[in-house]
């Protein structure tokens, strides 16, 4: 079923630096947006979004923001929409607003805006996702809204938050294991690397318990990851570490490429392959690896 009109996918970089500022402008690589349409409102007017995709806020960091705004004020405004009389919702920047509650502050710089509850959500991943802020659970759970909720394709995701197709179905992947795992990487006790090598694991719980108390590195933990299993028509499962970098490397030249890449008692290992078809794109190639 097609999207309702105002929710159909597209593209936030044009103009969103007007709306949420230098940060989005960074990331669609945009020339600073005015402030010019900045107000300001009572911090007790705002309510965080329901569709802010981050539920963790650690207390030292914000700690550390509320000092800064005490010290220099909210340098940036916060992306509201209004949601009733005196009332709105926060679309981007709640982590300025709980900082400026702790800071004492009454009353803080914001940009109002209309928008549809799928760009509100699009806004929302793209500050959080951007800049890390993040863990691989709530950022997959932000992706699956997407699909779910505003009927998102896969690509259509990558290409409205910045990142590869590989990525994304790599970090809804993590979804399907278990409550206890997905805890664990909440929590930072297990890493996205970490956590996709137990996707092939038999026990991932008990896999990741070892992870941890064994204090493994990512490479680590790939070596001992089981072997590479079949898809029922014989095709084998790609290492998602693998897939992410060659989907990363086909998007940055243009070309497809294949990475073949083996760990074994020697170290690692592979062959990259890159397919082009006409001599310009040989050409191309060439100049790539050639460049000083």
């Given at each position: ?10 593209g ?7 709306l ?6 960074a990331?669609r690589?945009?020339?600073?947006a005015?402030?010019?349409d900045a ?11 329901k ?22 004020g ?11 009389p005196?009332r ?25 805006r209309?928008?549809?509850d ?6 929302a991943?793209i500050?959080?996702v ?12 932000a ?9 998102r ?10 990142k ?24 930072g006790?297990?890493t996205a ?10 026990d991932?719980?008990?896999?990741a ?8 590195t ?11 299993k ?16 060659e989907a990363s ?7 497809k ?6 760990t ?11 397919a082009y078809?006409?001599?310009e ?6 100049r ?5």
């Amino acid at each position: 079923m097609t999207p309702p009109k105002e929710d159909r996918p597209r593209g936030l970089g044009r103009g969103l630096s007007a709306l949420i500022g230098d940060e989005a402008a960074a990331v669609r690589g945009e020339p600073p947006a005015s402030k010019k349409d900045a107000r300001t409102l009572p911090v007790a007017f705002l309510q965080p979004g329901k569709y802010q995709p981050r539920k963790t806020f650690d207390e030292q960091p914000l700690e550390d923001l509320a000092a800064s705004i005490r010290e220099k004020g909210v340098l940036s405004p916060i992306l509201v929409r209004p949601i009733g009389p005196d009332r709105y919702e926060i679309v981007a920047g709640e982590r300025r607003w709980r900082a400026a509650q702790l800071a004492k502050l009454h009353d803080v710089p914001v940009v109002v805006r209309e928008m549809a509850d799928g760009e509100a959500l699009e806004i929302a991943i793209i500050e959080n996702v951007q800049r890390a802020d993040l863990n691989a659970v709530e950022e997959g759970l932000a992706y699956k809204q997407l699909m779910d909720q505003f009927g998102r394709t896969q690509d259509q995701v990558a290409q409205q938050v910045g990142k590869s197709r590989s990525h994304v179905a790599n970090t809804l992947r993590l979804l399907n294991l278990p409550a206890q795992v997905q805890a664990w990487l909440r929590e930072g006790k297990l890493t996205a690397g970490h956590a996709r090598t137990l996707l092939g694991a038999d026990d991932p719980e008990a896999a990741a318990r070892h992870l941890i108390e064994g204090g493994l590195t990512v490479r680590e933990a790939e070596a001992r990851a089981p072997a590479v299993k079949k898809k029922p028509g014989g095709k084998a499962f790609k290492d998602p570490n693998i897939a992410d970098l060659e989907a990363s490397v086909s998007n940055t030249l243009g070309l497809k490429t294949h990475i073949t890449h083996k760990t074994g008692k020697s170290g690692d290992k592979g062959v990259v392959t890159v397919a082009y078809s006409s001599l310009e794109q040989l050409d191309e190639i060439v100049r790539r690896l050639s460049r000083t």
